[in-house]
Every structure is written in structure tokens, then in C-alpha cells.
């Protein structure tokens, strides 16, 4: 086994030879593939945010100019940042700036605080954070300037403003600790000479969910993370007509890549930005912008439900709604169909990788009463007893999973790691899962003793 990133474990060569020869692995950093989309799709909407459009073109270029500048700001390749935006262009822009910088995003959900970020901010040295100055009345920049104080490591600080609003905090600025402050919309620098990178190396850092501490980060390479979201675009059929909601947190596995943003992007579609999840944003959204595919929690599927009636919306558009963070509910499946129009569905997994899901041709008792089948055909999933034996089809035991997406490792965890992976490199997910005749999964639980479902808001359950 070699190492990607200090702290980061591979997969062992004849499993990555396997999948480079399965053609799973194209060998394309996710950034450079956002330059071949611009190319081939340059002048479509490739991101919509309220009254914003962006094209595929656009977005390239201010990817472009966003890298230049973090690299003007002396980024070096392999350093961490820590992203903790909502869902907005600049989320989207950020994250493929960093990687095409050479630098590694570390994504963090927006409603976490000081204790949670200056956490993230010690596990990965990182030496930058990218956050709203204030959002939802709670001041970020306070919270980044005070883990900054504490720390030896975070030094500089980007503040992103809602268009039509002024950063309370002036221009660029220097505090007592030497941590240095600046407007996101300042780092835009004219390109010059990207780094040299391969597609082995970790794009970013996803959190694993729970409540772990310190956390557990999941190291994604661009190689896996591009097959995963392609791989998954190609399982529901996304074409360039497609327009993808993206309602839940933009900084999870579901929304981000399964298919998501990078899958939506991968086939030149409409990714629409909403930073309100609730019914009458997301309803009317999907009215005006005619979208076709989105992702939600059982919990949010059914508050949409329940305020159709009274919406005064078309969501005739709709072909698809896939159900993560949770087990999907019967009566919830069956009112998709009915009352939405359109099919259901369920995908389980993590951001640490292993995904099943189910198909758009499965038939509806498979899709209301399963969690579907893997992604790859390069999945290995197990169920196996407590002693680590595989059980027989239609009994329960806990679910293993290794493949061409799923990680080798957390991010410098080596305790976790020796608890959460087999002497063979299988994954001990924690779930308690049964496989149908057929080769469906039904997920049926939690292993006792186990940590709490790794899905957090907008992850796969």
C-alpha cells in the first residue's frame, strides 16, 4: 500500500490495477474534467442560483481565476482548507479552484460551530478556511478568528458575501495573530500554469457522519470520486436535458456525487443551487427551473408531499426522486408515485463509499421495500455473523464492502481504522443488512455496539 496524502491509505496495486483495467479509473483530475466539460459544453446553464446562471464556460474560467489567485497567495499543493459554505455558486467554485490549486478541501456542513471546525482545523493542519462572514445570524468569521487565535495552523480566512450585501468586516485585513482576512470575490487572479497532479491523489476530504471526536474524514481521490458520480449518473439515465435540484447540503456524498453535481456536470445538465430545503422554495423551484431529478430525506419528501395540495406548483417535470439519509417508508414510496408522478429511489451508503441503490426498471416492491444493489459490479459486499462468517442469503448480519470507490483508510485515524476494516481491506459499515433471492439488500438496523448510522443530512442512509 502506498500513501496519497500524509495520513491517507490507497488501495493495495492489484486492486488499482484491477480497476484501471475494469476501466472504472480514467486516470482525469475532477478539475480537468471540468475543463473538458467547459469544451464541450460551454455556452449550456451549468449552475442556477436564484436569479444567477452560470455556463459550463463561465464556471471554468472563474475556476481558472479563483486557483491563480489562491496559488498567488502562496497555496501550495497538498495543503488543507476547510470549506463550510452554503449551497451557492461559490460553494461549487471554491472547492474546483482549490483542487485545481493542487489543494485539498476539507467539506464541512454549515451549521457546525467552533468546537466541530476547530476540530477539522487540528486533524488536518489546515491553513485556510473559506466561509460566509455571517449566515443564518451566527458570525463565521468571529468563530475562524478565534480558532485562529487558538491554533498554530489556520492563517488565512475568505469571506464570502451574498450578492447585494457588504462585508461587515471591511477588505483585506491582519489580525494580532498574524491570521490574514480577505473577500472571497478578491481571489481572482489571471491564470497561469496549473500544478502537476494525477488522479490517485485525494481531491478532498468528506466527514464521515456521527459524532465522532475527533471526526473521522474520508479521503476521496479524484479516480474514485470521478467513477462513483459517473457511474451513478449512468445508472438513472442523466442526459443534458436533465436539471438536477440540489436541495439538501451541497458538502454531502448524496448531493455532491451520486450522481449529484459532478454526475450532473459529467453529462453537460442544469445543477440548480436552493439554500432552503423546505416545500415552498424547492416546489417552486422545480416549477420554474422544470427539474427533472433531485435528491431528500424521507422527512423533507414528506413535508413536499403534504404541501403539494396547496403549492400551486407544476412538478410534472419530475422523473425521478432519490431517498437517502434514512430508510425510505412504504406509505412515503407509494405517494411519490401517486401524488408526485413520478419514481422513487432508495440509495444507502456513506460518504466512506459503499452505495447501493435502486434501479429506475426495478420493479415498485423492490423499490419500497429494499435499499436496491451495488453500484460497481466491482462491489464486494459480505454479510457476515459476529464471528466474521458469511451468513446465508435472507439472514441478517452486518454489512462489508470494499471496491473501486469505497476508502482503504480514514484520514489520520489509525485507531479507528484497526476497528473499522478487515485484515483484507473489507469495510465494516455498521449496518445490519439481509440480501433478497434476488440480490437486493434490505438494511434492517445497526450492529450493536457500533457508532451511531454514519449518514448525516443529505448523506445516503
Known amino acids: 500500500m502506498t500513501s496519497m496524502l500524509d495520513g491517507c491509505t490507497s488501495w493495495p496495486e492489484e486492486f488499482a490495477d484491477r480497476y484501471w483495467m475494469a476501466g472504472h479509473w480514467h486516470g482525469n483530475t475532477l478539475d480537468n474534467l471540468l475543463r473538458g466539460w467547459a469544451l464541450q459544453y460551454g455556452p449550456r446553464t451549468a449552475l442556477v442560483h436564484g436569479g444567477t446562471r452560470i455556463t459550463y464556460a463561465n464556471l471554468n474560467r472563474r475556476v481558472d481565476r479563483m486557483a491563480a489567485g489562491f496559488r498567488q497567495l502562496g497555496f501550495r499543493r497538498g495543503l488543507r482548507v476547510v470549506v463550510q459554505l452554503p449551497n451557492v455558486p461559490e460553494f461549487v467554485i471554491t472547492v474546483f479552484a482549490l483542487m485545481r490549486a493542487g489543494v485539498v478541501p476539507v467539506f ?21 478556511y473559506v466561509g460566509p462572514s ?41 489580525d494580532a495573530s498574524g491570521c490574514h482576512y480577505f473577500p472571497l470575490s478578491s481571489i481572482d487572479e489571471p491564470p497561469g500554469p496549473a500544478p502537476a497532479q494525477t488522479a490517485d491523489q485525494v481531491a478532498f476530504l468528506l466527514l464521515s457522519g456521527g459524532s465522532a471526536a475527533p471526526p473521522k474524514l474520508v479521503p476521496r481521490t479524484h479516480n474514485d470520486y470521478a467513477y462513483q458520480a459517473r457511474a451513478a449518473a449512468e445508472l438513472v439515465s442523466l442526459t443534458e436535458d436533465d436539471v438536477y435540484l440540489a436541495a439538501l447540503p451541497a458538502e454531502s456524498n448524496l448531493t455532491f456525487g451520486c450522481p449529484g453535481i459532478v454526475g450532473t456536470f459529467s453529462v453537460g445538465g442544469t445543477v440548480v443551487l436552493l439554500e432552503d430545503p423546505e416545500p415552498a422554495a424547492c416546489l417552486a423551484a422545480i416549477d420554474r427551473e422544470r427539474v427533472t431529478v433531485t435528491s431528500v430525506e424521507p422527512a423533507l419528501a414528506e413535508r413536499w408531499l403534504d404541501a403539494l395540495p396547496t403549492a400551486r406548483t407544476d412538478v410534472t417535470s419530475l422523473r425521478l426522486v432519490q431517498i437517502g439519509g434514512a430508510p425510505l417508508p412504504r406509505a412515503i414510496a407509494e405517494r411519490i408515485c401517486r401524488e408526485l408522478g413520478c419514481r422513487p429511489q432508495q440509495v444507502h451508503g456513506a460518504a466512506e463509499g459503499p452505495l447501493t441503490l435502486t434501479r429506475p426498471a426495478d420493479p415498485d416492491e423492490t423499490v419500497f421495500t429494499t435499499q436496491g444493489r451495488p453500484l460497481s459490479p466491482d462491489d464486494e459486499v459480505r454479510i457476515v455473523d459476529a464471528d466474521g462468517k458469511d451468513v446465508p442469503d435472507g439472514e441478517p448480519g452486518e454489512l462489508l464492502a470494499r471496491g473501486p470507490y469505497t476508502l482503504r483508510g480514514y484520514y489520520r ?28 439488500l434490505v438494511v434492517t438496523g445497526r450492529r450493536p455496539g457500533a457508532a451511531p448510522a454514519a449518514a448525516g443530512p443529505g448523506d445516503p442512509d
Open 108 to 128: 464541512c456542513p454549515v451549521p457546525h460551530r467552533a468546537a466541530q471546525v476547530s476540530d477539522l482545523v487540528r486533524l488536518t493542519e489546515a491553513v485556510g
Open 134 to 174: 455571517t449566515y443564518g445570524g451566527f458570525d463565521h468569521t468571529a468563530m475562524a478568528a478565534d480558532i485562529a487565535a487558538r491554533g498554530p495552523f489556520l492563517r488565512r480566512v475568505f469571506t464570502f458575501e451574498a450578492p447585494g450585501t457588504s462585508n461587515p468586516y471591511g477588505g483585506f485585513t491582519v
Open 413 to 440: 485515524a489509525p485507531g479507528h481504522n484497526a476497528r473499522s476494516f478487515t485484515a483484507d481491506g473489507y469495510f465494516r459499515t455498521g449496518d445490519l443488512a439481509r440480501r433478497t433471492p434476488d440480490g437486493n
